[in-house]
């Protein structure tokens, strides 16, 4: 008895339907049924009393269209990307801004700290050059050694080879510690230099100084 009842429903809201959908040509149709292959094209539901829409069945996507919405949404990705960066960047700066008022009182401040880091820099320059001089001389002294002994038909002994390579290796090192020294200097005085005109800019400030 249920099973009957159960059919008869279903019977009941079969028949309550209809299809609408449009076929190759492009002619809309509202059927009962639904043609072999339609369900690919996409169609609608609608109650066969009010022909309110009850349900839509979007057309499958062909192989072209697919790829294009894969395209779509990697393009989607990459301005949202390129949103959330602009974002952070605009967050950093301002943070940097307050920073920026919060450190410094005056241009003058900023001019004394980067004067005293670019003093202090420039003190490890100098050191560093007088040991490069003093390597220098001292890899001379040895490859005149080696040359003496060399003209004299000898072998030069080990320990003055190793003496060579070791001051040649010195002086590699503190050739790189001096170029490390030169790239820092020139990187504190264009972030300082920047410093200065956003500090001159969120301030209203725009007279000069006499330093450089």
């Given at each position: 008895m249920t099973l009957v009842v159960l059919c008869a429903s279903a019977q009941a809201a079969d028949a309550g339907r209809l299809f609408r959908y449009r076929d190759a040509q492009g002619v809309m149709h509202i059927s009962s049924n639904l043609p072999p292959g339609q369900a690919q094209a996409g169609y609608e539901v609608l109650d066969s009393r009010t022909l309110k829409q009850l349900e839509k069945v979007e057309p499958r996507l062909t192989p072209q269209q697919l790829a294009e919405r894969a395209r779509q949404r990697q393009r989607a990705a990459v301005e949202a990307e390129e949103a959330a960066r602009a974002r952070r960047a605009d967050l950093a700066k301002q943070n940097r801004d307050r920073m920026l008022l919060q450190a410094y009182s005056s241009e003058q401040e900023i001019l004394r700290l980067r004067d005293r880091k670019l003093g202090d820099l420039e003190r490890i320059g100098r050191g560093i050059e007088n040991t490069i001089r003093h390597l220098r001389q001292n890899l001379a002294d040895v490859d005149a050694t080696i040359a003496a002994y060399r003209?004299?038909?000898?072998?030069?002994?080990?320990?003055?080879?190793e003496r060579r390579a070791s001051t040649e290796n010195d002086l590699s090192e503190q050739l790189e510690f001096a170029a490390r020294i030169r790239a820092?200097?020139?990187?504190?005085?264009?972030?300082?230099?920047?410093?200065?005109?956003?500090?001159?800019?969120?301030?209203?400030?725009?007279?000069?100084?006499?330093?450089?």
């Open positions: 003209d004299d038909g000898r072998a030069p002994p080990a320990v003055v080879l820092e200097h020139a990187e504190i005085v264009e972030r300082f230099a920047a410093d200065l005109n956003r500090y001159r800019l969120l301030t209203g400030s725009l007279r000069t100084t006499a330093h450089p």
